[in-house]
């Protein structure tokens, strides 16, 4: 017997204010303007800063898994302004001390070290990314895609030069 659940999450745009729960949404600013809270505020303190471009083909329009960075902040941008998704959902890092408490949350332990509470499909949105702008993600912000429309997209894409080795875990969504 098949168990997955379909459920369709309808897209809002993102901005600062519609995305700040998750990060930050970055846009052009003047050339020459001093640092800023419109800066991405990024943490790359645990290891060596990589910045390059990702060529990703087909990847339509959902997802089962998602992933979150306990260790960095994420900036992601499309080369050329196209729309493209994102899915997100709140960071879920649990502390040591709550652990102890004995939390009713269901708490998993990642293979780098930390814990989490897997976050439910409810608590899943989806935001649509259109122009020239980047999202960076808050520490530890679960997310799916970059997805798309198109048959393939060029993205920007800042973190530490081993993210998806040591700081990645994607559960399946609803497990």
């Known amino acids: 017997m098949d168990a997955t659940k379909v459920v369709t999450l309808k897209a809002i745009e993102a901005t600062p ?27 790359l303190s645990q290891g060596t800063p990589r910045f390059y471009i990702m060529h990703i083909e087909n990847r339509p329009l959902k997802f089962s898994s998602i992933t979150h960075h306990a260790s960095v902040t994420q900036c992601l941008g499309s080369i050329g302004g ?26 998993v332990q990642s293979p780098s070290g930390h814990s989490y509470v897997p976050p439910a499909i409810e608590d899943v949105q989806v935001f649509k990314v259109a122009g020239s702008k980047f ?3 808050n520490r530890g912000t679960w997310h799916a895609g970059p997805l798309f429309k198109a048959a393939a997209i060029d993205f920007y894409n ?11 875990h994607s559960p399946f969504l609803g497990h």
């Open 17 to 43: 204010s519609t995305f700040k729960d998750y990060g930050q949404v970055i846009e052009a600013s003047p050339d020459g303007q001093e640092f800023g809270s419109h800066d991405a505020q990024l943490d």
């Open 82 to 107: 196209h729309v493209w998704y994102l899915g997100v959902a709140k960071s879920s890092i649990v502390d040591s001390n709550e652990i102890k408490d004995g939390t009713s949350k269901k708490i």
């Open 135 to 137: 999202l960076k993600l």
């Open 158 to 168: 800042l973190e530490l030069s081993n993210t998806n080795v040591s700081f990645s």
